[in-house]
Every structure is written in C-alpha cells, then in structure tokens.
C-alpha cells in the first residue's frame, strides 16, 4: 500500500493554517525522529498545552479504499506522560494517491493549493481532517495495547474510507468524541471541556484563595483569562504553576523532569496556546 499523500504534507498544511490564524499566539515544536522535546519549562508564555499526534491514511489498491492505522505502542507511550493527546488524521475524499490520474476527478486544483482556502475553497484540507482524543482511543485498545510485546510496535487498523466516507474498523473509532480541525480549535480557545482538555500553565498565584489543589477547569479558564487581560508573558524567573487533567480533575502536576516509559524522540508535535488566544 501506498499513502494516500504525505504525512510530511500535512504536517506543513497544519503549520500554515496554525500560523496564519494564530500568528505568534500559538507556540509549536515540530522534532525530528532522532530530537528531544524539553518540557521542564513551559514554552515561554502561560497558556494550555497538548500534542498533536498526525498520521496520514495509506490508499489499498486491491480493496479500493483508503485507510487509517496507528502506531499501538505509541498510543499507549502517550497514556503514559500528562500532557493530553489528540490524533489528528485526512479523510481524503478522492481515489488513489493524490495527484495521481485516479484522483483527477476531485482534485479540481493543483495538490499544492489545497493548504489554502483562498486557493482550493471547498477542498481546502480543513474540510476533510479531523481530530479526536487519544484518551478515547485507548479506553477501546487497552486489550490490544496490552498483549503487545515489550519494545514491539504494531500498526492497527481503526478506519476505512470510501467515497470520502469513514467507516470505523472496530471500536475504537465508533464511539470516539471527533471534531473537525477548525472546530478542535474553536473549541480549545474558549478552554475546552472534559473531553478535550489540555495541561494548563498559569503564574503561581493566579487561581482564588482555595482552588490552588482541587481547581475545577472553569477556575484555570478564569486564570487564563485574567492573565490574557493583562497583556504580560512570563520571565524567565517567574513561577510557574503547571495544572493536568486527570480522570476529569485537574491536579497539580511538577513542571520539571521526565516521564519513565515516554520516548520523546517520536512524538510530533508539542503545541502551546498562549493566554492571548484564549477566548
């Protein structure tokens, strides 16, 4: 099987679109295989933070469909750090490898011009990318993740696509809260809720008298707010609170160290948004 286009494509498509709606409001860091991502700090602003995990879909010749497969022992390395992930993947709407003949007859434009509305309208990559927990996806493959062999990777099918149409392959993606990309992040300016959180980085001392050990999300989501109003970022000594959702409850999280059994070289996308983005 072939993919149905490159991975690395729409990583560059979601950069383009993040930076033109965000600016410098959203901070990203993109690794290489072989990189390390350093989160003993935060990303030089106070804000929300997640990783953005992309995976392309590959196109299946003999069953004329394209489909969707992730990486188990990844999923289940991300169950095992605080910072929430989400999966973000195409449901391409042609046949075949993009720009190849068989997609002529939906690619009306050049497959460049699709990381541009104003360039592919309604075929803009926005439209057939979506997005959706990774929490959600291993509560359906826990089984799975864990009759996986220690140090062994298994690539596991979750979705096929026909006629621009996902149809899940098993579990994991029948029941799995999704969101198109532009919705995902409508919903994480104005702070989410439980089933879209993200790992919240205020000044020490934002959050009321009280609500600094058990913050419910509205009480980070008023910090956040506040500090936005006041125009000001944090300096390179200033303290750091670092709060993570866990089982739907935000709990104090220490902002320094690693986390055993987490590979950081092969996860792709560490993403900040900063409290000027937040609604």
């Not at 469909?65 to 992930?85: C, K, M, N, T």
């Not at 970022?233 to 089982?247: E, I, L």
């Amino acid at each position: 099987m072939t993919r149905s286009f490159p991975e690395k494509t729409l990583e560059h498509w979601c950069s383009i679109h993040l930076t033109y709606r965000y600016r410098a409001k959203l901070l990203m860091w993109w690794p290489a295989v072989t990189a390390d991502i350093e989160i003993t700090q935060p990303a030089g602003m106070w804000g929300k933070r997640f990783w953005l995990e992309l995976k392309t879909t590959e196109w299946n010749g003999t069953k004329a469909r394209h489909e969707l497969r992730i990486d188990l022992a990844q999923l289940a390395a991300y169950g095992q750090q605080p910072i929430p992930d989400y999966y973000v993947f195409p449901v391409p709407p042609w046949d075949g490898v993009l720009g190849d003949p068989s997609s002529y007859q939906w690619l009306a434009t050049g497959r460049e011009r699709l990381a541009y509305e104003s360039w592919s309208g309604e075929q803009w990559f926005v439209h057939w990318t979506r997005v959706v927990p990774g929490w959600a996806l291993r509560q359906h493959l826990h089984a799975e993740m864990a009759a996986l062999a220690p140090g062994k990777k298994k690539q596991h099918l979750i979705g096929a696509i026909t006629n621009g149409a996902l149809r899940p392959v098993g579990p994991a993606l029948q029941t799995a809260p999704q969101l198109a990309w532009r919705d995902f992040w409508a919903h994480m300016e104005s702070c989410g809720d439980d089933t879209w959180g993200a790992q919240f980085l205020l000044r020490t001392g934002a959050l009321p008298d009280g609500a600094a050990q058990t913050p419910t999300r509205s009480d980070l989501a008023t910090a956040l707010r506040a500090l936005r109003d006041t125009h000001t970022g944090p300096t390179a000594d200033t303290p750091v609170a670092t709060y993570t959702p866990v089982d739907g409850v935000y709990a104090p999280t220490p902002s320094t160290g690693r986390y055993d059994g987490f590979d950081w070289a092969s996860h792709r996308s560490l993403a900040t948004l900063t409290q000027e983005a937040i609604r």
